[in-house]
Structures are given as C-alpha cells and as structure tokens.
Nanobody
Framework: QVQLVESGGGLVQAGGSLRLSCAAS????????MGWFRQAPGKEREFVAA????????YYADSVKGRLTISRDNAKNMVYLQMNSLKPEDTAVYYC?????????????????WGQGTQVTVSS
C-alpha cells in the first residue's frame, strides 16, 4: 500500500509556471505506475499525464502536450508535474495517483491509490 501527498499548487497568472510534487510513502514506489489527473468545478476528473514504473515512458493528454512534463525520482519516492505556459483552462484540483504493478494508463479507474489533491488556479 502507498500513501500519496501532493504539494506545489497555487495561484499563477496565465503564461506562468508551477511545479507539482507528489510524495509517496512505502518502500516499493518503483512498483507503481503513476499518473496525474485533474478535476475542474462541475466537470469530471480527467487524465493529464502518466509515467511508467521506471520512468522510461510518459503519456499526456492532448490538451497539455508540450506544456506539462511528468517525471519521477524513484530514489526519493517522488513524482513531479512541471507545468509551463499555463492557461486559465488548466484551473483545477490536481490529483496524484498510483497503480501497483500496472501500466501507466489513462483511465482513473485503473489506479488504486490517490492523493488528496492540490488546487491550481490560473488567472487571465
């Protein structure tokens, strides 16, 4: 089992940058594929990015490709989401998710563990 805690959210102007971090507990972090999802008010949770257990493969939603970058450091039990060129439509609560011994999928129901979320607000 793993516990996930996100940090790094905040208020930023359009065009700005933020770096989200997700700290994972436990000694088997490298066994988890990791993903970032987001949920805006009145909308369903949507896929943002995912990374394989070794970090060799990454996947992105079309809406964020080229602006957001997912990475991980298995030695530190951390996963990151670097967010550049932010837009007001990126405003949402961002969630870190983990999937044990699975591939880095795009569907929320493929993930077993979730953090509490961190708010990102992009002003125009």
């Amino acid at each position: 089992q793993v516990q996930l805690v996100e940090s790094g959210g905040g208020l930023v102007q359009a065009g700005g940058s933020l770096r989200l971090s997700c700290a994972a507990s436990g000694r088997t972090f490298s066994a988890y594929a990791m993903g970032w999802f987001r949920q805006a008010p009145g909308k369903e949770r949507e896929f943002v990015a995912a990374i394989s257990r070794t970090g060799s493969s990454t996947y992105y939603a079309d809406s964020v490709k080229g602006r957001l970058t997912i990475s991980r450091d298995n030695a530190k039990n951390m996963v990151y989401l670097q967010m550049n060129s932010l837009k007001p439509e990126d405003t949402a609560v961002y969630y870190c998710a983990g999937r044990r011994l699975g591939v880095a999928g795009r569907a929320a129901n493929e993930y077993d563990y979730w953090g509490q979320g961190t708010q990102v607000t992009v002003s125009s």
